[in-house]
């Protein structure tokens, strides 16, 4: 990646008008974050103990709680260092690595997201045939494309943004180093570059979006054509709890990236729930509230008591 900046580190000045709140935020996003890592590790846990488990939807349940794991991993534990008083300096290739990884854990979730509605469109539309059309080898296929997709986006998108010379200032208005910010810091024209990266930005999310409402249009008029009540119930169960988790991800990137007048305060809060709230909410959502997760999870409750006993 060509470097033909003078600046050799970047201050995040963290989230706009919260001066004086630092304490009380550091304890609420602190909180956010535990949380969040013991939750999915506790899905992690739940699903590789239990041979029950080991179906294509819970494949890419374990995927996505690694997801949920590293993704506010990027951004939280800077955060929260200069929320404690620290130093609020990144180093210009922490400042690369960030923008990087946010935006391929977050390209990759996106995928994910569709590959899991594309799943469960197999599952209710063509159940007979399940097994054979999501094989491992198709399942190990196209968990490896979330995440190689997910590369080329993010390779793309920072190699876009750090292209750009930058020679001061080099104060960030925000508390991470993402791409609208990035480019109010360069100096040239980037007025190209903006529009290149909001039509990548959008259109990928877009599409994606677009196929996961043709799944589930596919997905309702199967389940409409149950005759079991019961049926009906628990598929629309599954199906409720993807949607909400997908309106949870998705909303925050229309808002962001595709508002006409960037407000930095509105950004910075609906950032932080999608970099910490929603990683959070995820196991509540996808599987806690699933029965066969908390049988598995009670198990091993058990054989932890039986070993410390």
């Not at 690369?96 to 209710?124: K, P």
């Not at 040239?188 to 877009?206: C, H, K, Q, R, W």
Request: proline share 5%; hydrophobic share 50%; charged share 10%.
């Amino acid at each position: 990646m060509r470097n033909l900046s003078v600046v050799t580190e970047f201050i995040l000045l963290g989230i706009p008008h919260t001066e004086g709140l630092e304490t009380m935020l550091l304890v609420l996003f602190l909180s956010f974050y535990i949380f969040t890592l013991l939750g999915n590790l506790l899905i992690l846990l739940a699903i590789i103990s239990s041979a029950q488990l080991h179906t294509p939807m819970y494949f890419f349940l374990c995927k996505l709680s690694v997801c949920d794991i590293f993704f506010p991993s990027v951004s939280s534990p800077k955060m929260l260092f200069y929320l404690s008083g620290n130093s609020q300096a990144i180093s210009y290739a922490g400042c690369v690595s960030q923008l990087f990884f946010y935006h391929f854990l977050g390209c990759t979730e996106c995928f994910l997201y569709t590959v899991m509605a594309y799943d469960r469109f197999v599952a209710i539309c063509y159940p007979l045939r399940y097994s054979i059309i999501m094989s491992h080898r198709v399942c190990a296929i196209l968990a490896t494309g979330t995440s190689f997709f997910g590369c080329v986006q993010a390779t793309f998108l920072t190699t876009l943004t750090f292209q750009l010379p930058y020679c001061g200032p080099n104060e960030v208005d925000y508390y991470f180093c993402d791409i609208p910010v990035m480019l109010k810091l360069a100096c040239a024209d980037t007025s190209a570059l903006e529009m290149v990266g909001f039509i990548s930005v959008g259109l990928m999310p877009l599409s994606c979006f677009l196929l996961i409402l043709t799944s589930y249009s596919c997905i309702v008029c199967s389940i409409l054509q149950i005759q079991s009540i019961d049926g009906r119930l628990r598929a629309f169960s599954t199906c409720s709890a993807h949607l909400t988790a997908i309106l949870l991800s998705f909303m925050p990137v229309v808002l962001i990236y595709l508002q006409p007048t960037p407000n930095p305060w509105l950004n910075a809060a609906v950032q932080i729930l999608n970099n910490l709230v929603t990683p959070m909410l995820n196991p509540l959502i996808y599987s806690l509230r699933n029965k066969e997760v908390k049988f598995s999870l009670r198990k091993c409750h058990s054989k932890w008591l039986s070993f410390l006993r």
